[in-house]
């Protein structure tokens, strides 16, 4: 197997320059779409709390559920350029386009320049990993830092006397489980391809047990708080749904691919691959970098669908440092087939499922869920005909995304924005009861904006009072605008 993924001397275009234009075309395909959704889910949490101070944000962060290296960036970056949507998403496009640089040299350093260039251009089409590049989270810097990491990983085995490698190593390592949780599982692949090794053949590890030691070092200041929120996450669940069936494998690796027929192809591949490792290969053994692939494509892939029957944690954006390694897979199982093909249709079979990712490619994915702006400017409308219209907003929680399109200034004013959403007669709650009675008393018109309110309201207070005032003959404007559902009750 050593020999399956040599070089061959057939290049697309010389490395550098391959590189650098799969580079550039990242860095202009994804900043013309990045403000082409609405600041939306988690996005306006993240930086409503990011424009605090450094004690407000460390006091955050004791009960946030994700790590501080995201919050900590964007804080810095928010206080110099500010909070408007181009602005908050530059740092998660900057981590994405830099990502393909990784997963170039990947392919290129430990298989072929093919691996490389095709894995690449599979990333750079992925609906799914140019949505994140968007998204003002931490999803594109963990999936940056994961293949980083791999990078370096794959550097220490293969010239393990060079310490600079393992200094790079035990940064990445410590700034991903400073970014995600999940930061550990990227760690655990990395044991577990070093037992491989030593198993099979006896390696020099002292070097990679200083690495790990110097990580847990570093994590030590935030050890109490990551055991408390893993014991609160355990105990309490998740808002995450568990999988159905089987067929959530199906689904996720269709996420991966853009469209089933892509998914299809994968599998094929794949299949095709295998075949021709049990019967055509006649070198059987699997070189290092070929294991750490697999392995970081396939344990979490499958072993986190298991888990999640227990803890429900199977979703695209928890699964973003996957896709990365099914992209080098996929790239690998083609360039498998030149045992079997002449290398010149290997070529045109690798530029055709290209071109596949490229016709199927959607760089609005989710324009049609993610309509909070349309919300906002609805809301706006119904208060310019009417200023004292009570809107009830549930759960509480969304009055930041509903305040940053309604009323940057708002917003802005972080300390106060509940206050100020108040003095216009806009109450972000979780039970009617918490909307003093004078102002329901008030014959106003009302708007109930319905973000999935029973997930808060399990009584359902907010829609039974809603209820009544439909059945006492009030008129009934009921609006769907993306995930959102808006009723408006006028005199």
Known sequence: MNKLYQRINIPIININISLALVLMLNFILKIIYINALPLEGDEP??????????????EMIKTENNPPLHFLLLSIWVKIFGISPFSVRFLSYLFSCFTVIYIYKIGSNFFSHFVGFFASLFFTFSSLNMLFSHEARVYSLFAFLTAGAFFYFLKCLKSKTTNNNFIKLTLFNSLIIYAHFFGFIVLFIQVLTLIYIIINNKIEFKKFIYSYIAVFILYLPYLIIFINRFLYSTSNG??????????????????????????????????????????????????????????????????????SFKVPMYLDRYLV??????????????????????????????????????????????????KANECALKIKEIKEKNPSTLVILSPDYTFRTFSYHYNRKYFNDYKNTITLLNNENIFPVNNINLIPNHILKLKNDIV???????????????????DSLKANGKNVEDFKIGGTKITYLNQ
């Not at 949490?45 to 460390?58: D, R």
């Open 238 to 307: 998740t808002w995450v749904s568990p999988p159905t069936d089987i067929s959530a494998l199906y689904f996720m690796l269709w996420s991966f691919c853009n469209v089933p027929f892509i998914t299809v192809l994968l599998i094929v591949f794949l299949l095709m691959a295998l075949f021709i490792y049990l019967f055509k290969q006649k070198n059987k053994d699997i070189n290092f970098q070929t294991i750490l692939v697999l392995i970081w494509t396939f344990v979490p892939f499958i072993g986190m669908y298991i888990l």
């Open 448 to 466: 109930f904006i319905d973000n999935w309110a029973s997930l808060v309201d399990s009584k359902e207070t907010i829609k039974s009072y809603i």
């Open 321 to 370: 440092f996957v896709s990365i390694g099914f992209y080098l897979i996929f790239a690998m199982a083609i360039y498998n087939l030149r045992v079997l093909l002449n290398i010149k249709y290997v070529y045109i079979l690798s530029f055709a499922v290209s071109l596949l990712f490229i016709i199927s490619f959607e760089p609005k994915k989710e324009i049609d869920k993610r």
């Open 45 to 58: 949490f993240t930086v409503f709390f990011c424009q605090g101070s450094l004690p407000e944000l460390i």
